[in-house]
Every structure is written in structure tokens, then in C-alpha cells.
């Protein structure tokens, strides 16, 4: 009661009045709209009173459906006037898949994310507001009456809204999946692949340029329906094979004969092959292989040449490829080293002669003075 009366008496002073002055013209007020409503003062009132329960049990549930939807970790939408929207689970909106299936069809430069331990697509917000205020979006508008208007920034954030409303794109941020863990890999053990990022799901689906969302909408999966009725249709006719016409029957029986010889003939060669070896091996070291690359990564047609080659150590064929390739690189060097000596001969010839004259008298003048120590 006391903080009714200091607001009554706050508001009577606004409008240069007492309190009792202030109720009175209020009161006045309020007879003049139940007239106008065609209601007397005490229905009026107790409408006006209903009206504000009503207002007040609004508030308090929407609060409620807030609390909830934080404690479960269900995400939100900034919805008009910056109020947070909880987001919940039903049928898309037709408007919404309207224009998810439009941005899908535009480059929005996705890249390939870890969300749940699935591969999805995701994009950044600048991008798609960027389309949705394209000249191609007004076209698409034009000849699809479910795609909203956009006429500026604000419409273009509010349209694009509708794709968290309806479950169809999450806002993500980047995560560590050992976050909170003792037992996560080091990071010099840990493989990651560059630019493939694992993401989580805020609770809070703002929209700036900068953020990053999630498509959750795959679009028409019509080549996972073909593919799926193609594999159905393939264990039907499997199931179905005593009903075949006996033609066909007996084409397949003998298509089967002859993959199953070929498949024979293959292992009966890599035992002989084996067997050949092992013979060789003691007898002819170090040892024949009928088809050596039979086994190696390499083509089809490359697996049957040569048709024999003798065992090779991986130590020496490391050390050939090696030598190769040091003599290569020695013939280069050779190469220009006999050039410049052939350059520089004439010069050197004569620098020799003069150090070998030089050298000669230095030993003369050393022998002399041995001699001269000797006969003392």
C-alpha cells in the first residue's frame, strides 16, 4: 500500500496536482471509458482488474517456459523487442521451409563440421543475410508467394529468424571434444583434421555476422529414396529367384560357375606362387616370383608385369634409388666441373710451374744448410 501511494503521489505531482485531485480525475477518467464501453463503474473496473490478472499470468509462465527450457538446455530465439522465444519441437513452418530451401540453394561457402558425431553443413550469418538482401531474392519472392519480404537489415534479420523458430538451422560455436575430460589425448598424439571443426549448439540463438549456424534441414533426399528403393528392389528379385523364367536361371548359374572358377584359378596361382618361391629361395637365392606385383598397390593390369622378377630387398632397392639419384646429380656437378677446369688449365699451368720453382730452390737452400751444420 505504501509504495501504491508514493507512485499515486508521484504521478499527481507530474501533473501539478494533489493526490486527492489526482484520484478524482482518474476516476473521472474511468466512468468516461465505462460509458463509452456501455458498461457501469464497477463492471469497468473489474474488467480492467481481469484484464491485468490475465497480463500477470502471461508474464509469470512465460518466465516459467524460460527457466525450463535453461535448465534442459533447450535453445532460444531472440524474438521482437530482444525477448528470448523458446524454441520447441513441432511442424516446420511452411514460410520457414520456403526459405531454407532457397538459401540451400545459394553459395553460402559451407564448410563441413562435427555436430553429434554427424558431418553437417555450416555457414556464417553474414553470408545468408547477404543473399536474402540480394536482387535474386526479390525475384524468388516475386514467383514464390511463401518466401517473406525483405526490404532492409532488420527484415532480413527478422526473416531469417524463422530457420531457429522452426528447428531447420542452429546456431553453433566451436568446441573441444575432451573439454572437461582428464583422459583426452595429447596434443601432439591427437589427429585433427584441418578446417574440420566440432561444434556444440548454444542455448542462445542470437544473430550477428560473425556467428556461425548449422544446417539442419538436408533438403529433398531424393537420391537416398532412389538409392533405397534400388537396394529394395534388388533383395526382392534376390528373394524372388525360384520364380525366375528358367533362362535367366540358368545365365546366372553359369555367370556364378564362372566367377567362382576365376576365384579359384587366383588363389591356386598365389599358392603356386608361394610354393615356386619357397623353392627357389634354397635352391636359386634369392628366390623367383612368378608375378611379383600381384600383391603390390598398383592397377589391375599392372598386377601381372612383369610375369617373374627375383626377390629384392627393400634395402637395396632403397639404396639403388638413392645411388640413382646421387648420380645423377654427380653427372651435373661433373659436368660443370670439367668445365671449369678446361676454362681454368691454362691459367693454373703457369702458377704451377712458378710454385714448383719456388719450392725447388727453397729445398737447395734447406739441403745446403744441412750440409754447412754437418761439416762443422
Request: charged share 20%; hydrophobic share 40%; proline share 5%.
Amino acid at each position: 500500500m505504501a509504495a501504491m501511494q508514493q507512485q499515486l503521489a508521484i504521478e499527481a505531482q507530474k501533473r501539478g496536482m494533489t493526490p486527492q485531485q489526482f484520484q478524482q480525475w482518474q476516476r473521472q477518467q474511468i466512468e468516461n471509458d465505462a460509458k463509452k464501453a456501455g458498461m457501469t463503474f464497477e463492471q469497468y473496473v473489474n474488467k480492467l482488474k481481469q484484464q491485468a490478472y490475465e497480463q500477470h499470468m502471461a508474464q509469470q509462465q512465460q518466465m516459467a517456459q524460460q527457466q525450463a527450457a535453461q535448465q534442459s538446455g533447450q535453445p532460444q530465439a531472440q524474438g521482437q523487442g530482444g525477448q528470448q522465444v523458446p524454441i520447441t519441437p513441432g511442424a516446420p513452418d511452411p514460410k520457414a521451409l520456403a526459405l531454407a530451401k532457397w538459401l540451400r540453394g545459394q553459395d553460402l561457402k559451407t564448410r563441413t563440421c562435427i555436430l553429434n558425431g554427424q558431418r553437417k553443413d555450416m555457414f556464417r550469418v553474414k553470408r545468408a543475410l547477404r543473399a536474402l538482401q540480394s536482387p535474386a531474392y526479390k525475384t524468388a519472392c516475386s514467383k514464390n508467394s511463401l518466401l517473406p519480404s525483405v526490404t532492409d537489415a532488420t527484415s532480413a534479420s527478422e526473416t531469417f529468424k524463422l530457420l531457429p523458430l522452426s528447428l531447420l538451422a542452429l546456431r553453433v560455436s566451436k568446441s573441444d571434444p575432451h573439454e572437461g575430460h582428464n583422459h583426452g589425448p595429447s596434443p601432439k598424439s591427437q589427429k585433427r583434421v584441418k578446417g574440420l571443426w566440432t561444434v556444440k549448439i548454444e542455448q542462445q540463438q542470437d544473430i550477428s555476422d560473425e556467428l556461425h549456424y548449422v544446417w539442419l534441414y538436408e533438403g529433398p533426399q531424393w537420391k537416398t529414396k532412389l538409392y533405397a528403393a534400388g537396394a529394395l528392389v534388388l533383395i526382392m528379385a534376390v528373394v524372388m529367384f525360384p520364380l525366375w523364367p528358367m533362362k535367366l536361371r540358368i545365365g546366372v548359374w553359369y555367370l556364378s560357375m564362372g566367377m567362382l572358377g576365376l576365384i579359384g584359378l587366383f588363389f591356386a596361382m598365389a599358392i603356386f606362387r608361394a610354393i615356386l618361391f619357397a623353392v627357389t629361395y634354397f635352391a636359386v637365392p634369392p628366390g623367383l616370383w612368378l608375378y611379383p606385383n600381384l600383391f603390390e598397390d598398383v592397377g589391375f593390369f599392372d598386377s601381372f608385369r612383369p610375369v617373374w622378377g627375383w626377390q629384392e630387398d627393400k634395402k637395396k632397392k632403397g639404396k639403388k634409388s638413392k645411388d640413382g639419384a646421387a648420380a645423377g646429380d654427380s653427372k651435373k656437378s661433373s659436368k660443370a666441373s670439367e668445365k671449369a677446369k678446361s676454362a681454368g688449365t691454362a691459367g693454373t699451368t703457369n702458377k704451377g710451374t712458378a710454385t714448383a720453382a719456388v719450392t725447388s730452390l727453397k729445398d737447395r737452400d734447406l739441403n745446403a744448410r744441412i750440409e754447412e751444420v754437418e761439416d762443422d
